[in-house]
């Protein structure tokens, strides 16, 4: 596997980039040695955050973890990631066809419950009228909610906001 390190707000140090190669590589039974895993480091005040984006084959494996220690973050991260994957792993086997992803030479250190099926307990259909994005964050603030899908009438495509844990807003925007 590739591993792609960039830093927001901290230097990366030798001591950082060889912790992340090391957890990083415990993925590697994984992915094939094609796949990129890009790690961000970032540090906001006392809040040391590690970001890790592995996309492939049109999947995004993606895992965030903040924490006052870079070298707890780091271990955290890796730790969700390997969870999410054992979680998944028949439906990602399945998908994939083991093209970019293999369980063939995978050993899991704790068993963690595979998610059978995924279950969708409520179905709900709304109106969408065009707004633009300030509009459609006060609308989600107005609802209480996480997240929001409007039709932006900007971009006239349909758009999702939603609140981030650090307490800003994100954007979702379809590309084709």
Avoid: C
Wanted: aromatic content about 10%; proline content about 2%.
């Amino acid at each position: 596997m590739k591993i792609i390190i960039t830093g927001k707000n901290i230097e990366v140090t030798e001591g950082l980039r060889e912790r992340v190669t090391k957890k990083i590589n415990k993925l590697d039974k994984f992915f094939t040695k094609e796949t990129e895993a890009h790690v961000t480091l970032s540090v906001q005040k006392a809040r040391q955050i590690v970001e890790v984006t592995i996309p492939f084959n049109g999947i995004v494996l993606r895992a965030e973890e903040s924490n006052d220690d870079m070298y707890n973050s780091i271990d955290k991260t890796v730790d969700l990631l390997e969870r999410q994957i054992r979680k998944n792993r028949t439906r990602l086997e399945r998908r994939l066809h083991e093209q970019y992803f293999s369980f063939e030479n995978a050993k899991f250190a704790e068993d963690v419950p595979e998610e059978k099926e995924f279950k969708i307990v409520r179905s709900k259909r709304f109106a969408v009228k065009p707004m633009d994005v300030e509009e459609a964050v006060l609308q989600m603030n107005l609802l209480g909610h996480e997240f929001f899908m409007f039709f932006n009438a900007d971009t006239k495509q349909v758009n999702v906001v939603y609140k981030r844990k650090d307490g800003n807003y994100g954007l979702i925007e379809p590309e084709f």
